[in-house]
């Protein structure tokens, strides 16, 4: 992976081996109770965004509803088809 980040579609994902700014902006915004600013750029032009979170950090988790099929099992599961010869 490139060093400088992924380019798609004219945007760019940077990333560092550092504690990212978003991670700190999330905390900073449930203790001082301001919104996160988020800036992005397009080529030259830049657009700002304010986010009124303050609820912290949240890690998801999944849970099937009952009486639907665990479609996850089945997308995980092992492909049933052969290798292709190489």
Same mark, same amino acid.
């Given at each position: 992976?490139?060093?400088? %980040? @992924?380019?798609? %579609? %004219? ?7 550092? @504690?990212?700014?978003? $991670?700190?902006? !999330?905390?900073?915004? /449930?203790?001082?109770?301001?919104? !996160? /600013? $988020?800036?992005?750029? *397009?080529?030259? /032009? ?9 609820? %912290? $950090?949240? @890690?998801?988790?999944?849970? *099937? ?8 099992? /089945? @997308? $995980?599961?092992?492909?049933? *088809?052969? #290798?292709?010869? #190489?």
């Amino acid at each position: 992976m490139p060093t400088d %980040g @992924i380019t798609h %579609g %004219g945007y760019k994902l940077v990333y560092s081996d550092k @504690i990212p700014s978003w $991670l700190s902006a !999330i905390t900073d915004a /449930e203790h001082a109770k301001q919104p !996160i /600013e $988020l800036q992005f750029r *397009r080529g030259e /032009e830049y657009k700002s965004f304010s986010i009124p979170y303050y609820g %912290g $950090l949240r @890690i998801p988790s999944l849970e *099937r509803v009952d009486g639907t099929p665990d479609r996850l099992d /089945e @997308i $995980l599961a092992p492909s049933k *088809r052969a #290798m292709p010869a #190489m």
